[in-house]
């Protein structure tokens, strides 16, 4: 299963873009995967991470607040070129396949 903000970030600049060929790439990879639902413990979850970094002066945006609680939650490493929204949470595993 793949976190529903991953398939709503990837989607959401896939479609800005414009690019139909990619889009019909995405959709049938996400066909394969399923895409999982949004509970309570994640956005409980998201919401303590959101406090933790916020009395540190720490933001980031809702989507990675709530991939990150999705990781955690289920102890799935993340691969991603934006390594630094993600660094200061406790019990990421972020990997950045870029650098």
Known sequence: ???PFVYFEIKKWLLAACSKSKLDAFEKIFKVHGVDAINKEMADMALSIYVRLRKVGITIDDGDLFIAAYCIKNDAILITNNVKHFEKID??????WIA
Request: hydrophobic letters at 55%.
């Open 1 to 3: 299963m793949i976190p």
């Open 91 to 96: 019990g990421m595993h972020v990997v950045n």
